[in-house]
T-cell receptor, first 115, second 117 residues
Framework: AQTVTQSQPEMSVQEAETVTLSCTYD???????LFWYKQPPSRQMILVIR??????QNATENRFSVNFQKAAKSFSLKISDSQLGDTAMYFC????????????FGKGTHLIIQP | EAGVAQSPRYKIIEKRQSVAFWCNPI?????LYWYQQILGQGPKLLIQ????????DSQLPKDRFSAERLKGVDSTLKIQPAKLEDSAVYLC???????????????FGPGTRLTVL
């Protein structure tokens, strides 16, 4: 079984600043995917960014990028030029490759962007 | 493309009553998941279907929870009898494997918020 740990329950930054959310995981799998999901108050889970474990290159999606350290089992999310609409819960999630591939989520980080 | 549909959006019941939630995945998505999200926590997988077969139900409390996906499309999750600790948001997600698993993105529905009094 795998575990996902997010050690920052809440973070608050000013608009336009850069913020980094931390995530560590533990697994015996060698092939897997990692995700960051955003959940606003509407409860709709929205995929922010994904990373394939076999790829060394860090994923980027516009203002969002990750720092994936496979050996350290670390997967942090960096949000640049933060916007008010980024305010939400952010969940780190692990997905093994294979048949039983339900997501394992961390407890989440509540990110607040201040105007 | 229509998203994952869930109903109802909200449900309030008394403990020991029964309740059912419905999910309609994105058309063509063979894999369907049910997650339970207790307030202040991340979602936890309850059950995974591939077409109408169960792939993983290791975290489903089978003494009170049941789920089915009879025709490999819609799915129903039932709780009978409900307990106070079942108060949570129940999320349904689906995944398309026909792309060869290139994206492996699970698409989530809006969830059903259950309150057990």
């Amino acid at each position: 079984a795998q575990t996902v740990t997010q050690s920052q329950p809440e973070m608050s930054v000013q608009e336009a600043e850069t913020v980094t959310l931390s995530c560590t995981y533990d697994t015996s799998e060698s092939n897997y995917y990692l995700f960051w999901y955003k959940q606003p108050p509407s409860r709709q889970m929205i995929l922010v960014i994904r990373q394939e474990a076999y790829k060394q290159q860090n994923a980027t999606e516009n203002r969002f990028s990750v720092n994936f350290q496979k050996a350290a089992k670390s997967f942090s999310l960096k949000i640049s030029d933060s916007q008010l609409g980024d305010t939400a819960m952010y969940f780190c999630a692990f997905m093994p490759r294979g048949g039983a591939d339900g997501l394992t989520f961390g407890k989440g980080t509540h990110l607040i962007i201040q105007p | 493309e229509a998203g994952v549909a869930q109903s109802p959006r909200y449900k309030i019941i008394e403990k020991r009553q029964s309740v059912a939630f419905w999910c309609n995945p994105i058309s063509g998505h063979a894999t369907l998941y049910w997650y339970q999200q207790i307030l202040g926590q991340g979602p936890k997988l309850l059950i995974q279907f591939q077409n109408n077969g169960v792939v993983d139900d290791s975290q489903l409390p089978k003494d009170r929870f049941s789920a089915e996906r009879l025709k490999g499309v819609d799915s129903t999750l039932k709780i009978q009898p409900a307990k106070l600790e079942d108060s949570a948001v129940y999320l349904c997600a689906s995944l398309d494997r026909t792309s060869g698993g290139i994206y492996n993105e699970q698409f989530f529905g809006p969830g059903t918020r259950l309150t057990v009094l």
